[in-house]
């Protein structure tokens, strides 16, 4: 009797590929919120100085990823299911890889449909798309705060990230300027034989000594080409 096993194809997704479903990034805006630098709204130190517009922000962008839709590059993953064990990590806080259909998925960042104990990492609320409110509390008495990793913070999931990327048969990185650390860190987890790819239209720099096939495209015509060069893999 011959079973097949699938291949396992890990897929670190960033800020470009929801940017099709017209999810702003802040490499396009230059790094600025409504002339506040990120640090100021995406940071604990900002979190501390002035909560208020912290919320104001994670509420504004909760409002936006509500009216988004998952684009082709997110249908594209979750067609690469029939044919493949696909795990995706993503950089993105918003929820449009579990709307599109995928079913492995990690969030390195947190998610946005989220809110947590300002104390207790580990006491989570999901709250859907509303606001916080001003003063709302989590079920511990402390402030409530978007479940969201910010700059100067411990990536939690970045262990079990760095052993998923260990164990794949394919490498795929789509929308993401390899810029922001740990996340970027994980093709260094990957095996030297393993195939990699980059989609992106713009050039992504990356140190590393594996064979790298880019594709400078947007994510949904990208994820596209990828599937017509994963045939040669099944």
Same mark, same amino acid.
């Given at each position: 009797?011959?079973?097949?096993?699938? @291949? $396992?194809?890990?897929?670190?997704?960033?800020?470009?590929?929801?940017?099709?479903?017209?999810? @702003?990034?802040?490499?396009?805006?230059?790094?600025?919120?409504?002339?506040?630098?990120?640090?100021? !709204?995406?940071?604990?130190?900002?979190?501390?100085?002035?909560?208020?517009?912290?919320?104001?922000? &994670? #509420?504004?962008?909760?409002?936006?990823?509500?009216?988004?839709?998952?684009?082709?590059?997110? @249908?594209?993953? !979750?067609?690469?299911? =029939?044919? &493949?064990?696909?795990?995706?990590?993503?950089? #993105?806080?918003?929820?449009?890889?579990?709307?599109?259909?995928?079913? @492995?998925?990690?969030?390195?960042?947190?998610?946005?449909?989220?809110?947590?104990?300002?104390? #207790?990492?580990?006491? /989570?609320?999901?709250?859907?798309?509303?606001?916080?409110?001003?003063?709302? $509390?989590?079920?511990?008495?402390?402030?409530?705060?978007? #479940?969201?990793?910010?700059?100067?913070?411990?990536?939690?999931?970045?262990?079990?990230?760095?052993?998923?990327?260990?164990?794949?048969?394919?490498?795929?990185? +789509?929308?993401?300027?390899?810029?922001?650390?740990?996340?970027?860190?994980?093709?260094? &987890?990957?095996?030297?034989?393993?195939? !990699?790819? /980059? +989609?992106?239209? =713009?050039?992504?720099? !990356?140190?590393?000594?594996? =064979?790298?096939?880019?594709?400078?495209?947007?994510?949904?015509?990208?994820?596209?080409?990828?599937?017509? =060069?994963?045939?040669?893999?099944?």
């Amino acid at each position: 009797m011959y079973i097949h096993i699938m @291949k $396992k194809i890990v897929v670190l997704t960033g800020a470009g590929i929801s940017a099709e479903s017209g999810i @702003k990034t802040f490499r396009d805006s230059g790094g600025l919120w409504e002339q506040y630098p990120v640090e100021e !709204v995406a940071s604990i130190d900002g979190w501390h100085r002035n909560p208020g517009l912290v919320q104001r922000f &994670y #509420n504004e962008r909760r409002r936006q990823l509500e009216k988004a839709e998952p684009n082709a590059g997110h @249908k594209g993953l !979750v067609a690469l299911e =029939k044919d &493949y064990d696909v795990h995706i990590i993503t950089q #993105n806080v918003d929820d449009l890889h579990e709307r599109a259909g995928s079913t @492995k998925i990690l969030h390195l960042h947190g998610l946005l449909t989220q809110a947590r104990s300002s104390r #207790n990492p580990a006491v /989570i609320t999901d709250i859907g798309y509303r606001d916080i409110l001003p003063e709302e $509390k989590a079920s511990d008495g402390s402030p409530l705060r978007p #479940n969201i990793v910010w700059f100067g913070e411990a990536v939690p999931a970045m262990e079990e990230a760095a052993d998923i990327a260990s164990y794949a048969d394919i490498f795929a990185v +789509i929308g993401s300027s390899l810029n922001v650390y740990p996340a970027a860190g994980l093709i260094h &987890y990957v095996a030297m034989t393993t195939p !990699v790819f /980059i +989609i992106d239209p =713009k050039p992504v720099a !990356v140190y590393t000594n594996h =064979k790298v096939d880019y594709i400078a495209e947007g994510a949904g015509r990208g994820v596209a080409i990828l599937t017509e =060069k994963l045939q040669a893999f099944l």
